[in-house]
């Protein structure tokens, strides 16, 4: 009887917690949705208005129509997208190395690959950038998606790695009886069997170029090539200073989100077994 109720009390006690973690993250994103769609008097009414009465859509277009965002969506898809697929093969083709191949100084490197994790973004801020303007590539894309094709990740490097130590080097040397070369036993044999991987290094790598501040606001100056993240960072300076108009703010913030939690949503099951495998298996 005892052993019950400590039983029932620990499982209260983990829901308990559940709940309160999910209330801290869906509150913010139900207030910023309930503001997209108030009006001007409502929204610093008091006491404050959980759902508009009336819900205004139009806020939508409005908000849309004040900045070119339809050109903002487009730079970050193209941002977001082409850096994705970089990552996605050259971190993956580099941890295959590391995981699959002896070669001198293998564990060094890997240290050392490990070792640049260690170091805040503000150590190579201002040598990446004078890099660069010597290459006379500012206020374009590419320091924005050319890093990205030359492993830039580390920490997707090592998740990759854990996942490709999974695999039983019996498939490979099945492979290379049928005739297979190192690279179709990478391309077909092994990216499939860590699909897993694969979509949650998507997801975080979709999330993090989706929501890159940091690399717009350093290089890119002409109005025309901002993402959605850098117009949101001028949106504010576009509308009225004496009644700011965070619902129009607010309606576009959901629709920067959208793509990031339809991804993830879609997508959750693999993220976690991506993130739990990588993380537990050596």
């Avoid at 790598?205 to 117009?231: A, C, D, R, T």
Wanted: some cysteine.
């Amino acid at each position: 009887m005892t052993f019950s109720v400590q039983k029932l009390l620990r499982t209260f006690l983990i829901y308990f917690l559940l709940c309160l973690g999910a209330t801290v993250v869906v509150v913010p994103l139900f207030w910023m949705i309930s503001t997209s769609l108030k009006g001007p008097n409502a929204l610093f009414a008091y006491p404050p208005e959980w759902i508009p009465k009336p819900a205004i859509w139009r806020n939508y277009i409005d908000a849309f129509k004040a900045l070119p965002f339809g050109t903002f969506f487009i730079n970050t898809i193209f941002i977001t997208v082409l850096a994705m697929i970089a990552e996605l093969f050259t971190t993956s083709l580099v941890a295959y190395g590391f995981s699959r191949f002896n070669f001198r100084g293998r564990n060094a490197l890997f240290m050392i690959l490990l070792a640049t994790m260690m170091l805040p973004s503000v150590v190579t801020m201002i040598p990446t950038f004078l890099i660069w303007r010597n290459l006379k590539l500012l206020d374009t894309f590419d320091p924005l998606t050319v890093g990205a094709w030359f492993a830039w990740g580390p920490a997707y490097i090592f998740m990759m790695r854990q996942f490709f130590l999974t695999i039983p080097r019996s498939m490979e040397e099945a492979a290379v009886i049928d005739g297979a070369n190192v690279f179709q036993i990478y391309w077909h044999i092994m990216l499939p069997l860590v699909r897993p991987a694969l979509l949650a290094i998507a997801v975080l790598s979709f999330q993090g170029n989706w929501n890159n501040l940091q690399g717009p606001l350093i290089y890119l100056n002409s109005m025309e090539k901002f993402p959605v993240v850098l117009g949101l960072k001028f949106f504010e300076q576009s509308l009225s200073k004496e009644a700011p108009m965070w619902n129009y703010m607010m309606a576009m913030s959901v629709v920067m989100a959208a793509p990031v939690l339809g991804l993830f949503f879609s997508a959750q099951r693999y993220f976690i077994e991506g993130l739990n495998v990588g993380a537990t298996k050596g």
